[in-house]
Antibody
Framework: QVQLVESGGGVVQPGRSLRLSCTASGFIFSSYGMHWVRQAPGKGLEWVAV????????YYGDSVKGRFTISRDNWKNTLYLQMNSLRAEDTAVYYC???????????WGQGTLVTVSS | DIQMTQSPSSLSASIGDRVTITCRAS??????LGWYQQKPGKAPKRLIY???SLQSGVPSRFSGSGSGTDFTLTISSLQPEDVATYYCVQYMIYPLIFGGGTKVEIK
């Protein structure tokens, strides 16, 4: 069955960096686009970024553009999110999600919490 | 960017009631809209895609309708397990944009 497992979250100081990982199993990872979606505590869902199946196209939400980088390693079945220049407002649970044929999300991981605080 | 306005932000209804949630896009998005259910502490779950297609395994009391700018999620007979927050999302164009969410409670 499809499984997505995020890791790498934790507490980080403002201005520092953190890299999240999402390990996929149960499907042909290299055939699917992948997304990151986040949710600040008590708030709604916010789309962060997408990377196409082959890694050749990437798009970002306005609030993270220029600070975050999405990437993937299709040999390792792993999706990444490199987060630089972190701010308090980046505090959230970060989910990875598989892109469905219709281009929305059909499977989600359980999420990893990132807390940006001094 | 496209804006997604979801209403109401919360509602309280009785078991068996018909519940309707709406989402309005600031510009036409064809039928490139999905609906998700999120229970506390859990990841979102896909309910509806392409505005009106029911995700496999989702109870038939959930349905979606609409096209262009106005969309609706309907729960035909509210059940206790439907207590959750519901989100729409447009995926016609980047950036993908979620609605603000609708919290559904039992009266």
């Amino acid at each position: 069955q499809v499984q997505l497992v995020e890791s790498g979250g934790g507490v980080v100081q403002p201005g520092r960096s953190l890299r999240l990982s999402c390990t996929a199993s149960g499907f042909i990872f290299s055939s699917y686009g992948m997304h990151w979606v986040r949710q600040a505590p008590g708030k709604g869902l916010e789309w962060v970024a997408v990377i196409w199946f082959d890694g050749n196209n990437k798009y970002y939400g306005d609030s993270v553009k220029g600070r975050f980088t999405i990437s993937r390693d299709n040999w390792k079945n792993t999706l990444y999110l490199q987060m630089n220049s972190l701010r308090a407002e980046d505090t959230a649970v970060y989910y990875c999600a598989r892109e469905a044929a219709q281009l929305d999300f059909d499977y989600w991981g359980q999420g990893t919490l990132v807390t940006v605080s001094s | 960017d496209i804006q997604m306005t979801q209403s109401p932000s919360s509602l309280s209804a009785s078991i068996g009631d018909r519940v309707t949630i709406t989402c309005r896009a600031s510009q036409g998005i064809r039928d490139d809209l999905g609906w998700y259910q999120q229970k506390p502490g859990k990841a979102p779950k896909r309910l509806i895609y392409a505005a009106s297609s029911l995700q496999s395994g989702v109870p038939s009391r959930f349905s979606g309708s609409g096209s262009g700018t106005d969309f609706t999620l309907t729960i035909s007979s509210l059940q206790p397990e439907d207590v959750a927050t519901y989100y729409c999302v447009q995926y016609m164009i980047y950036p993908l944009i979620f609605g603000g969410g609708t919290k559904v409670e039992i009266k």
